[in-house]
């Protein structure tokens, strides 16, 4: 995956200004290929110069303008043979997971006070992506492309029901009887 190959997408289903696209990732690809905006900005320079894409032209003076860009044929062929190659799945590679392994050797209090953050901040993603699939995805919205669409949003979904119900059973298990205290089941 890349940032390029993003832009491309972005920019073939709405020819967009920067700031334009900007926006547009903050509220639908960046939720799963987050990007800064200066590193937008700067793709779209490198994509200008690779000719993949163009700023339209306009009649407004250039000093003061958007730009707005359009993706021309070779960007579109770059796309095309980049959506056609083969990828390996990539492992899991989550810092939260990382410190969980880091605390069972030194220890962690407040462990279980970060899994509740994690868990009320993977909630809302959940709600916000349930709220954006009722939304935009009525049941009459059947084209390939809608279809296409609502799948990755429907990967976002269920990887934020995997992280909430993941995380409400780390915590369960965190605050749970410790083996050997004599509590719990089985205890005797």
């Not at 509220?27 to 690779?50: D, K, M, N, V």
């Not at 407040?110 to 349930?130: I, M, S």
């Amino acid at each position: 995956m890349s940032l390029p190959h993003a832009i491309l997408t972005a920019l073939l289903e709405k020819p967009s200004s920067g700031l334009e696209l900007t926006r547009r990732f903050d509220r639908s690809i960046g939720y799963f290929w987050p990007s800064t905006h200066q590193q937008i900005y700067r793709e779209l320079g490198r994509l200008e110069q690779a000719g993949h894409i163009r700023a339209l032209p306009t009649a407004q003076p250039a000093r003061g303008r958007k730009k707005e860009y359009e993706v021309l044929a070779a960007g579109r062929e770059e796309l095309a043979a980049w959506v056609s190659l083969a990828e390996d799945p990539r492992p899991v590679r989550d810092p939260l997971l990382l410190r969980m392994r880091a605390a069972a050797v030194v220890g962690a209090p407040g462990l279980a006070g970060e899994l509740r953050r994690h868990l009320v901040l993977h909630q809302r993603q959940l709600a916000e992506y349930l709220e954006i699939e009722e939304r935009d995805f009525p049941p009459e919205r059947t084209s390939e492309e809608d279809r296409l669409r609502r799948l990755v949003l429907r990967g976002g979904i269920d990887l934020e029901t995997f992280w909430t119900g993941w995380l409400t059973r780390a915590i369960g298990d965190l605050d749970g009887p410790v083996a050997g205290s004599g509590t719990g089941p089985g205890a005797s």
